[in-house]
């Protein structure tokens, strides 16, 4: 593992972490810790920033959400967004509505950034196939051209930046599409969220990516993947869902890639950008997340961050 000095200083990186890390990947499900013990253990880790998670997850109410995460010494780093966009004009306004729910409550956290998350191509729950994994030329021009709309509508209502966050199982995943993505958009008007486990699941390089588009990462999520069980989930074809209750997302540093590089890449893009952790673990067991969060906070301090 190579990592930086405990005496070095990644002072443009924030750290923070998200309900991802403790399990949440729905508004409500009973597999899910309540969203109270997930603020008081994620501050008891030692984490300054979180993300909202699933609309809903956490309170809608910004006051009442600003008292709940004040108190605890928490602040907000984004909201999350689900799109469709490459299926065109016809899912714009559903999109809007969802885009703008969640853009109000982080605006009203004080929030910048809105990571937006393109729609599976196959169901993260049951695998059913929900349309090709490749792209028309159509909907490619329809995913970026309303990506950049999504992006101009909500800089001048919200004030936030969107950031894409490739993500497997969708059409922005591999290097290739990420890249194509990267080179159909305005970079005035859409940056990348970089998930370092879901490129490197796609076989991306993220190191590689923040040298070579350094001026489009506007946002990082630290994960990592087990090579051995992803070896097994690509031999298989098995759907991301169930790969992640394989444990395919693991804690660091025993996956790939080697985090401190990756925070080296972007500390010297000399920009202030958030390094949100999130280790997939849906379903999990409701006293496992804590121990993780701390040493994973543990670990990226020895790194400098």
Not at 11 to 22: M, N
Not at 253 to 259: I, K, T, W, Y
Request: aromatic letters at 8%.
């Amino acid at each position: 593992m190579t990592s930086l000095s405990p005496s070095s200083s990644l002072s443009r990186i924030r750290i923070g972490s998200a309900p991802d890390s403790w399990g949440v990947w729905f508004p409500d499900d009973p597999q899910q810790v309540p969203w109270q013990r997930f603020l008081d253990e994620v501050a008891d880790s030692g984490y300054e920033w979180i993300e909202l998670g699933p609309y809903g997850y956490l309170p809608t109410d910004p006051a009442v959400l600003t008292e709940e995460v004040g108190r605890r010494g928490l602040k907000v780093s984004a909201g999350t967004v689900f799109t469709g966009l490459h299926h065109g004009e016809s899912v714009w306004e559903k999109t809007w509505a969802h885009v703008a729910d969640n853009a109000v409550l982080a605006q009203a956290m004080g929030a910048k950034h809105l990571v937006v998350i393109p729609s599976f191509w196959r169901d993260d729950k049951t695998g059913e196939v929900l349309e090709s994994d490749t792209l028309t030329p159509e909907q490619w021009r329809n995913l970026t051209s309303l990506t950049e709309r999504l992006g101009r509508r909500v800089r001048e209502e919200y004030g936030l930046q969107i950031v894409v966050h490739p993500h497997a199982d969708t059409h922005i995943d591999s290097e290739s599409n990420v890249v194509r993505f990267l080179d159909g958009t305005d970079s005035s008007l859409v940056s990348l969220c970089l998930d370092t486990g879901h490129y490197a699941y796609c076989g991306g390089d993220s190191v590689k990516l923040i040298e070579t588009y350094g001026s489009r990462i506007g946002y990082l999520h630290l994960k990592q993947v087990d090579p051995e069980i992803l070896a097994d989930v690509r031999a298989k074809g098995t759907p991301f869902g169930p790969a992640v209750a394989q444990g395919v997302m693991c804690e660091p540093p025993s996956g790939v890639p080697a985090l401190g590089p990756v925070l080296e890449a972007a500390q010297a893009l000399d920009v202030d950008l958030f390094a949100i952790v999130e280790q997939d673990m849906y379903p999990c067991e409701p006293d496992k997340p804590l121990p993780i969060a701390q040493r994973t906070r543990a670990f990226l301090r020895s790194c400098g961050a």
